[in-house]
Nanobody, 127 residues
Framework: QLQLVESGGGLVQSGGSLRLSCAAS????????IVWFRQAPGKEREGVAC????????NYADPVKGRFTISRDNAKNTVYLEMTSLKSEDTAVYLC????????????????????WGQGTLVNVSS
């Protein structure tokens, strides 16, 4: 059974960078499309970025385009979210989710097709 664990969150100053990891256990990750979401206090969960199972397709939400990069290392069973030029509005709990359907990596990013979720990691950007 697939399980996902996020890590890499923390406190960072505005303009700084962080790299989040989404590590899988239970099964190999190479069958799964991975989508990163975030949820800020008092706001709805929103899709941030996605990567297809073979790594050939990536999509990003408009607020993070040009600043965030998603990648995967199937040998390490891990997907990464590299975040640069962070802003206070990026403050949120970041969660990764998995789907066997590459349709899950379609904008606008949604909860559709997603089967497994991690618990999240908190990113706090101070201004």
């Amino acid at each position: 059974q697939l399980q996902l664990v996020e890590s890499g969150g923390g406190l960072v100053q505005s303009g700084g960078s962080l790299r989040l990891s989404c590590a899988a256990s239970g099964v190999t990750l190479d069958r799964y499309t991975i989508v990163w979401f975030r949820q800020a206090p008092g706001k709805e969960r929103e899709g941030v970025a996605c990567i297809s199972s073979d790594g050939n397709r990536e999509n990003y939400a408009d607020p993070v385009k040009g600043r965030f990069t998603i990648s995967r290392d199937n040998a390490k069973n891990t997907v990464y979210l590299e975040m640069t030029s962070l802003k206070s509005e990026d403050t949120a709990v970041y969660l990764c989710a998995a789907s066997v359907f590459n349709l899950a990596c379609t904008v606008p990013l949604s909860h559709r097709y997603l089967e497994v979720w991690g618990q999240g990691t908190l990113v706090n950007v101070s201004s």
